[in-house]
Every structure is written in structure tokens, then in C-alpha cells.
């Protein structure tokens, strides 16, 4: 049985969401789900989900790795964090899957210090799952190299490439390189450099794509580096956040748009839910010699358990067999 | 009289867009506005907005540089073109502003070309206006500039502040450098040595901000170098874009929603008209000796009359000369 391990105390929502999210998954799922953090904490939590599904234990971790804290430093001080732990457990084959929805940073950095990276990878990156107006696209790097050279564009290319085909069911992926514009002549020295490598790839490379483009689901593979890809995943995150707040203010403005609001909850909740990084189940880590998925912060337990989900597929699938094949 | 040129051959609505917002601004400023373009094309455009002002005034152009010419190599070739002559008039000191809405890339190019930079500044950089939820925050440079050094940023931080200042109304902007994390030891090296000498510069440096920053309002100017910038610009755009889309279908799931969504369409059109770039008039290109304001290409009349009133805005209040000081 696939066994994975989860951070107990990852994310803001903590241990709340972990706990609930693992026992929906332990229900859901054929894995073997090892919770790992505080073990009295965990276990009181646990009482609440009562009867408690057989295929759930628990993993002590005396420290946990705040949100907030500096990632080598804390890596380096935190050696009974749950984060670390979760990393050693990878590294020792212990379990096939980790996942934490805590700090990003740390866990980048354990999970890339401890297990080795994929023979012919040279850095890891993570991948973005977002939603299109045509199913699902993933950005790869969303931040784990943010001084990326070419040749680790292409590197994410290929493992995107993979990601994508046998997790999101794209057979042949379109792969883009995120640009200022469309010609083969635009952006960087390193960007015009990536694009050679990618022409010469033997990947479906679509050529350089916008910002505009992302949304459009003409693309599967998003390539960019990792300081790019942040800025982009964060920019998105804001400004939904903020169209929702401006939709909400412009509804309370007279009293047909709070009766329209009335109405219309239902199709705006629906509208949240597309936008909701929730039903994508996290961003995996990809290059290192383990399965990885990082949740978001503020995961709740639906979030939770599609990580939880994504991680097991990736096991079944075989995902970093296939990335090493293709390098 | 301040005399502001227009590309009226700009915009994927030129030139009816263009004509009707300089008919609807030359009725509301006292400015002269020439009209640059294809004479003949101007002048039937111009029969239907009977009486034509007589602050008004016709440049004959016979070119046209289109959306997807390559900027370089069209502003070297077609020199009759509305760009580059606008381009000249601005050097030449015929008029006091410049404005298209065209082809942005050639727009930047001409107008560095052949207007010099100011004095102290080595890039120009393109400031883009953008809501937050507590008025607007400039971002630059958003592409002027792809491989911008550290002096770059710290150069464009002096610009956006000067802009901030005189025509946003912020007293002490407070200037951001957009970043992957707050700490100051975020990012590339170039970032970081950016960072030290924003810190250095006496203007109200904030530190590092994230994308998710960008909308919250607690920061005036958004430093980046060209590349973040405009797929920042980019993803913005197409997330307000695929969240209207996204908010449309959801509308018309059911028959509730479709009534809310009848009910509360003046809601939505409010909500757009936020998220609107034709309230904010165009994009200021700043470092150059001339003032430059670049709109959007599927500007509209009110778009266009917008960026014709912060050209003769960013003229009264001599931004260029705060500029020049404060470097």
C-alpha cells in the first residue's frame, strides 16, 4: 500500500484542517497516511473523527517550523521539526510520499538538502496547478530557483511535461516559455537561450507565451523561472482576491444589486471554488529523488486531502520515473 | 496652450477611438491637440463630431506602424509613420506631450531613439497606474527595460515617486521593491543590491513587497525591472479577465443566478469600470527628456481622453524637472 506522510502541523489552519483532510483521505484512499507533529496534539484531534480509519498513525515531531521563520536557518536549527522529519522519512524511503501545506521555504529546502536530486536535474522546481477557461495548466518554477539558467528551463520543461501528462491527462503537452512576447526574439539573454534548448527539445514547444496567455488553456506547461513564477502566482492570487472584494462592495451598493447578491450566492461560491487552489491538491516539488506535494497556507481539509490524493497518484503513476526517462 | 500630439492611427479602435476621445478632451482642456495620422482618414472621422473644436488640428502621417510589427525594425523603416513623427515632434519640441495608444514596443522605441533621457537617468521606464483597494499605486517599470541593473531600479524609484507625488497626490510615496519574500535578503543578487540602494536613497523605501501585495494599497511605487513587470501586467489582466468570464457563466448556471445576474448587472459594470485601465488614461514612459504617455491598445474614446488629460497633467506640474532634481 502507497504510504504517505503528512505534516500535522503545517499550514495556518493547523492541526485542524491536516487532521480532518487525512481522515477523509484515509477513507477515501488505499494508503497508508502517517501523520506527523505533536503526538498528544494530534491525538486529541483524532477523538474528534471518531471511528478513526485504520490505515491513519502518528509520527512524533517535537518541533514545528513556523510560517514565518527563515528556511535554511530553520532546516538547519529544527532537526525534530515535523518538516525535517518528513524529509529524513522520504530520504530513508520510509514512506513514498510527503506533504506539508507549511512553510514553503523550508520545506523546498529539506526536502532538496536531504533527498537527492533525479539523475540529470540539476535544480528542483515547483509546480503550479491553475485553472484555465480549458481545464488545468501548470507553471513550473513557482519560486524554488529563482536564478534559473536555461538549461534548468528545460529541465522544468521536461518534468513539467511529465506532471502533466500522467496527472493531469494531457497526451502530448504543450509546453510554453512565459515571455515579454511571442517572437523567438524577445525577453532575457537566458530566455532566448532557453527557447533554443526547447526548439531542440523533442517536447511539444509551442513557442514563447504572455502573461495574457495563461488563462486561455492553450498551454499546458508553463516554463518560467522561479522569481517570475512567484510574482505571477502571487499577482493571480491578489487579484482574484480583490475582484471578489470589489464584487462583494459593488453588491452592497443599492438594494437590486444586494437582492441580485441574495440571488446570486450560490453562482459567486461556484465562481470561488474554480479560482480555489483547493481542488488541485497542493504544488509538487519536482526534480528530487521523492514524491513531494506542498500545500498551500491557508489549505482547509478538502485541500488537504486532494494533496493527499495528487501525492498518492504521482506514486502510482510513477511520475519520477518517467521525468528521468525523458531527461 | 499646452500642445499634446496624438497617434490617431493607434489602437485596435483607431481611429474612431482616438478622434472621439480628442474631440471629447479638447471640449473638456485647453489644450491644442494635433491629430497625427492619415489626414484624409482623420477628417471623415472628424465629420461626425460636428462642431469640431477648434482647439483641434490635423498632422498628416502616411504610415502606420501595426500591433504585431516588430518595434525595432519598424520604426527604422517607416519613418513616415505616426509614431515616428510623433516621436519627432516631441523632440523637436513642436509639442509639449506625446500620446498612443499603438503598438507599445515602437512607441518605447521611437520615443528613446529620438528623445534623450533625462539628465542622471540610463533607462527609461514605462509606469503603469493600477487600483488597489485604497487608491492607485504606480508600478515600473512594466517593460521598457527587461535586463534592468540594480542603479536601474534605484533610478526608477526616483521616477515613480516624482509621478506619485505631482499626479497621484501622494505626499511621501512609499516605494516597494517587488520581491519573492519581505526579508532583505530575498531574491537575486541584483535585487539585493537594489535593496541596499533603495535603503540609501532618502526617498520612503518600504522594503521588499510581494505580488500579493500589489493591491492592498500599502505601498505608492512597485519597483521592478521590465520582465516581472509586464507579466505581472500581463496576469493581472487576464485574471480580472478570466474571473469576469468565469463570474459570467456561473450567472447563467441557473435560473436564480441568471435573475441576480440581471439584477445586479450594474453591480458587475462597476466592478469592471474599477478594474478599468481607461479610468487610469495610459501608462507614463518616464525618463526620457519629453512627456510620453502610452494607453492601451483596446483603448476607448474615454481611455483616450483620460491619457490626453495626464499628458497635459504630468506638463503643468513639470514632472520631467522633479525628476531631474530629485535624481
Do not use: W
Request: charged share 25%; net charge neutral.
Amino acid at each position: 500500500m502507497i504510504k504517505i506522510a503528512l505534516d500535522a502541523m503545517g499550514s495556518d489552519n493547523a492541526p485542524a484542517a491536516e487532521i480532518e483532510g487525512a481522515v477523509l483521505a484515509a477513507r477515501e484512499f488505499d494508503y497508508d497516511i502517517l501523520l506527523v507533529g505533536k503526538s498528544d496534539i494530534i491525538k486529541k484531534e483524532l477523538e474528534k473523527h471518531r471511528p478513526i480509519p485504520e490505515n491513519i498513525s502518528i509520527h512524533h515531531a517535537e518541533e514545528v517550523i513556523g510560517m514565518q521563520e527563515q528556511p535554511v536557518i530553520s532546516v538547519r536549527r529544527k532537526k525534530q521539526s515535523s518538516i525535517v522529519i518528513l524529509a529524513n522519512l522520504a530520504k530513508e524511503k520510509k514512506v513514498d510520499a510527503i506533504v506539508s501545506a507549511g512553510n514553503t521555504g523550508a520545506m523546498v529546502c529539506a526536502a532538496t538538502l536531504k533527498c537527492r536530486l533525479l539523475p540529470g536535474i540539476e535544480r528542483a522546481g515547483i509546480g503550479l496547478v491553475m485553472p484555465t477557461l480549458k481545464g488545468a495548466a501548470l507553471m513550473i518554477d513557482g519560486g524554488a530557483n529563482i536564478d534559473a539558467k536555461p538549461k534548468h528551463l528545460l529541465q522544468y520543461a521536461i518534468m513539467g511535461s511529465a506532471y502533466s501528462e500522467y496527472i493531469l491527462n494531457n497526451r502530448s503537452p504543450r509546453v510554453g516559455l512565459l515571455n515579454v512576447g511571442e517572437e523567438e526574439s524577445k525577453g532575457t539573454g537566458s530566455l532566448k537561450e532557453a527557447y533554443i534548448l526547447l526548439e531542440n527539445s523533442g517536447l511539444n514547444f509551442i513557442g514563447n507565451i504572455e502573461g495574457r496567455d495563461l488563462f486561455v488553456g492553450d498551454c499546458d506547461v508553463i516554463v518560467c523561472d522561479g522569481l517570475v513564477g512567484n510574482v505571477a502566482l502571487k499577482v493571480i492570487e491578489s487579484t482574484a482576491h480583490v475582484m471578489m472584494e470589489m464584487l462583494k462592495r459593488a453588491l452592497k451598493s443599492s438594494f437590486m444589486a444586494r437582492l441580485s447578491g441574495l440571488l446570486g450566492r450560490k453562482a459567486l461560491y461556484s465562481l470561488k471554488s474554480k479560482m480555489d487552489y483547493a481542488e488541485y491538491g497542493g504544488a509538487p516539488l519536482l526534480g528530487i529523488d521523492a514524491t513531494c506535494i506542498i500545500g498551500h497556507g491557508s489549505s482547509n481539509a478538502k485541500a488537504i486531502k486532494n494533496a493527499i490524493r495528487v501525492a498518492g497518484e504521482e506514486v502510482a503513476k510513477s511520475v519520477n520515473q518517467h521525468i528521468v526517462e525523458k531527461v
